[in-house]
């Protein structure tokens, strides 16, 4: 028993160091870590009792034959317990049987420079493999996710360097095939360390020249929203423009009109008088909006909003104080101040009868932006991870989307809140 135990140990140190390195390289697909370590048991118990006799004889080249056929057959037998797709655990697997080759060749070389070269196979394979599944765990797990999708791309280089380490295992005794082939074999291991650091490195460039694209396109489709955005609001304020220059003249003209009164007043004319008066009344209705803040942008968003919500039966309590120029685009400001002005009357037109329903609203901007709105709500609105209401229904959430473009592009925080039935956005910019 004494004359195996280093080959005893040794099989147990593989075995469990492999099983390791699968599941770190691999994702396994039950939380119960007794899963794995049950198979990991089981994996030793036949190794072991399939190669002991083979211990015994000190025949490591059928050791190794029979470790093969085994690995081959461990490999189907634990597919079902990862996640993995099948082409993508095939990558992996032949990622593990590249590293035990290269693991078994160093360990039989260097052996030698330790006092007892049987105790340091099984010491420098546990550190090999330790050091290893460190390494992958640490810095390079995340970047091999990414590998595994693109799995048809790097499949031939692995497939091939396997091939190459298992033409030096066989056509002798393998302790034999180890030693004269010292030289092959330590350029097959800094081969294959090169491939892998190769895969490893174009698929970060590859990643980030796709996160480079995927930013832009992002910018891209924001800025699009914004014009948009922008482009209707541009033309909100046409509109508005040229209904106040149509009213400035009729109040010009109101000096002439308050005199030709007057004249008909003296003649007598009442039909007449009266027939003038319901004009002016209906030219009244069309009054200029109310004067929030001095940008005009802003202030023809705010009006539109406002006269809209008077229209429900919605009460506006609005504090402004934006100048004519500020240090953002107007027309981004007023886009926003719509979107949550428009979210707040939503809101409030689907409340039950006899509850209050109101917008507060304040909006500060001098050397920092800050806008505050508040309304009452009905029903659950639930928030996302970033904080964000979501909503499920087509055509909902675009307000909120075009919000959050807004804080993205000016680095702004918004921030949600609900609370008692009441419904409070705060962005700081």
């Known amino acids: 028993m004494t004359n195996i135990l280093p080959d005893l140990l040794r099989a147990i140190v593989t075995d469990i160091m492999l099983i390791l390195l699968l599941c770190t390289m691999a994702t396994p697909k039950y939380k119960s870590k007794w899963v794995y370590v049950l198979v990991t048991v089981t994996v030793l118990a036949v190794n072991i009792g399939a190669n002991y006799y083979f211990y015994l004889a000190q025949n490591y080249t059928a050791v190794f034959y029979i470790d093969l056929i085994m690995l081959v057959a461990i490999g189907i037998a634990l597919k079902p317990l990862f996640r993995d797709k099948m082409m993508q655990w095939c990558f992996s697997y032949l990622t593990m049987l590249n590293i035990y080759a290269a693991v078994v060749f160093l360990s039989y070389i260097l ?6 070269p049987y105790y340091a196979i099984v010491f420098l394979r546990f550190v090999f493999f330790s050091v290893i599944a460190f390494v992958f765990h640490k810095w390079v797990s995340q970047l091999y996710r990414k590998v595994l999708d693109y799995w048809h791309i790097y499949f031939l280089p692995v497939v091939s ?17 180890l030693y004269n082939n ?24 590859l990643t980030r020249e796709y996160a480079v694209r995927e930013e832009n396109q992002r910018m891209q489709n924001s800025q699009q929203l914004l014009r948009q955005a922008a482009h209707s609001m541009e033309q909100h304020i046409a509109l508005m423009a040229e209904s106040q220059q149509k009213m400035s003249i009729l109040n010009h003209d ?118 505050e709105i508040e309304n009452p709500y009905q029903g659950e609105i639930l928030l996302g991870e970033d904080g964000s209401p979501t909503s499920t229904k087509v055509g909902h959430g675009i307000g909120t989307k075009a919000i959050r473009t807004f804080a993205e592009q000016y680095g702004a925080d918004v921030i949600y809140q609900t609370a008692n039935g009441i419904f409070n956005v705060r962005v700081f910019c």
């Open 111 to 116: 052996c030698d420079f330790f006092p007892n």
């Open 254 to 371: 109101r000096r002439h009109f308050n005199n030709t009164l007057l004249e008909l007043l003296s003649k007598g004319d009442t039909q007449e008088i009266g027939i003038l008066l319901r004009r002016q009344q209906e030219l009244s209705a069309g009054s200029p909006q109310k004067i929030y803040c001095e940008n005009p942008a802003a202030n023809a968003a705010i009006g539109y909003y406002a006269a809209l919500a008077k229209s429900k039966d919605i009460s506006c309590n609005i504090r402004t104080e934006i100048p004519k120029e500020i240090f953002i685009d107007s027309l981004e400001l007023s886009m926003v101040l719509s979107n949550l002005m428009e979210n707040g009357i939503n809101a409030c037109a689907v409340l039950a009868q006899g509850e209050k329903r109101y917008i507060n609203l304040t909006v500060l901007c001098e050397k920092q932006l800050i806008i």
């Open 161 to 177: 360097l396997f091939l190459c380490f298992l033409g030096y295992f066989f056509g002798g005794d393998i302790e034999e095939r």
């Open 182 to 205: 010292f030289l092959p074999l330590i350029l097959l291991v800094l081969l294959g360390l090169s491939i892998y650091i190769g895969i490893i490195h174009s698929l970060k460039a």
